[in-house]
Structures are given as structure tokens and as C-alpha cells.
């Protein structure tokens, strides 16, 4: 079972594994907003989490894929000595990791000073040797290098920063099918024409993800969007709604210029899915 954690109404996968068997398995390719722990400055490619859309939510816990969870609600702050005793447990072995990695730290920085002390050993000796011929009368001075002389600062030791909690917290599980503060979708019009319109374009085989950079609800792909172009961009429309010709001309112009063909997607009363192409021919 794939876990999806909400976050006010946003939905994110954490794991790796569960990102990679969401386009693979079930056709869902979402959204990946996290920064790239070695290259935390840069926004052209980014890595976990994986963000969904509400539709993909709403199919994957349809189909039984995953289900949905909150981070429960933080407890108050308590003083010391009111604290859980499993929980000073975790912050003194916590502490103790801390401490031998300091350690560890320590001794590999001295090795590799002595080993570069070692390659500079000769160039060394012939400057002491130089500067004793310049300053006659002084006693010769071989000041030994030990280990023990080294000091790394705690400041300057690395640590290392997890992309992924290793112990998750305690969590809620979210019941989509009730509009919460956490789940706000369920019931809206608007998500229920847009789930009906996704759930039938992934049913006959497509990739669906988010249109917004095409000016539409969905782009519709023939297979996975790393290998192919989108052939449709899908707008959602309410049956009783009408369309200016403005906007249908508009919708026609950027499927044209884009390439794609544009499709106005309703839905009937009896949730059936209708769908209207448009394609710009121009002026005979």
C-alpha cells in the first residue's frame, strides 16, 4: 500500500520506491517540488517529494493503490521531568551517535594531516635548514608533530541530513470521502467533473498529468511523458456552463500553436464522460 501524507490539502510521496511504482504500475506521474540534497540552489531538476494532483489522489485511493495520512496533532511541551522516558532514551542515543561520529571525524582528519605532513616532509626540513644558517646561534629546533596536537573544532564536524524519515511520527489516516480541512476536495463540482474526466482518459490507457503550463486542465499523453508529447490538452468545462466564442477561439489558436489538439470534457447527469475536439483550420 502506497502512503500519500497530506499536508492542508496538498498530497506527497516520500518514498522513492512508491514514486517509481506510481508510474510504472499505475500510470501516475505527478509532480516532483523537493530540492536536490547536493545541489540545493537550483530549481531545474528537482527531486523528492513527488506532489499528486487531487484526481491522482482520489484514483489511487479508489482503486485501492494507497491511502491517505496526516501527521497527527503535536502534543504541548513538557518540562524534563514530565517527559515520555522512551523519549529521553532516543535524545541520549542520539547524542552518543553524535559523539563517536565526532570522534571518527577526529581521527580520520588527523591521519590525513600526518599523511600530508609525510609528503612534505623534505620540503619542510631543508626550510628549517635554511632559516638555522640564516640565524646563526640559535639551537636547532625539531618540533615534532603528534596527532594529539590536532584539534577539529565541533563546529566544523559534518552531519549528515536525512531525505527520508526513518522513524515516522504518529499519524492519522485521512478519509478523503469527507471534505475536511485536510481533505477539501470531496464534494466540490469543480474536482467532481475534473476526477470523472481524469478517471476516464486514464481508464482507456493515457498519461494524465497537470495542463496549467498549456493554459488547460490535463495533458492527455499516448504513453509515458519522458518518451512521448502530449497530444491532447484537456479542458474542463460544466455542462451548463456557457462558452463564449472568445474562448473557444482562444482554445483553438493554442492547440494549434502548440500542436496539440484541444479537448472540451463535461460530464452528463449520469456521470458519463463527453468529449468535444477542436482544431483550427483557418481561412479557405
Known sequence: MIRIHILEGKAFVWNAADV???????RIVGTLVGALARKPRQNVRLGLPLQLLPEEVRLLAEKGFAALFKNAASQPLRDDKS??????????????EQEESYQEQVRLAAEQRKAVLGTLAERIAQGRAKKRRQEEGDPPAEPAESESSFVLPRQSMMVQLPTERVHPGPEEEVDWHVQSQDWPYAG???HEIRYRIFQNLWERGYYVTSGSKFGGDFLVYPGDPMRFHAHYIALCVS?????????????GRLGT????TVLLCSVDQDGTAV???L?????Q
Not at 466564442?245 to 482554445?251: F, N, P, T, W
Not at 482544431?279 to 481561412?283: D, I, P, V
Request: charged content about 30%.
Open 257 to 260: 500553436n502548440v500542436k496539440k
Open 275 to 277: 468529449f468535444t475536439s
Open 20 to 26: 517509481r511504482r506510481l508510474r510504472e504500475e499505475h
Open 279 to 283: 482544431q483550427w483550420s483557418g481561412m
Open 83 to 96: 517527559q515520555d522516558p522512551s523519549a529521553l532514551e532516543e535524545v541520549a542515543a542520539y547524542q552518543n
Open 239 to 251: 455542462k451548463d456552463t456557457p462558452l463564449s466564442l472568445c474562448d473557444v477561439i482562444s482554445a
Open 188 to 190: 466540490q463540482e469543480d
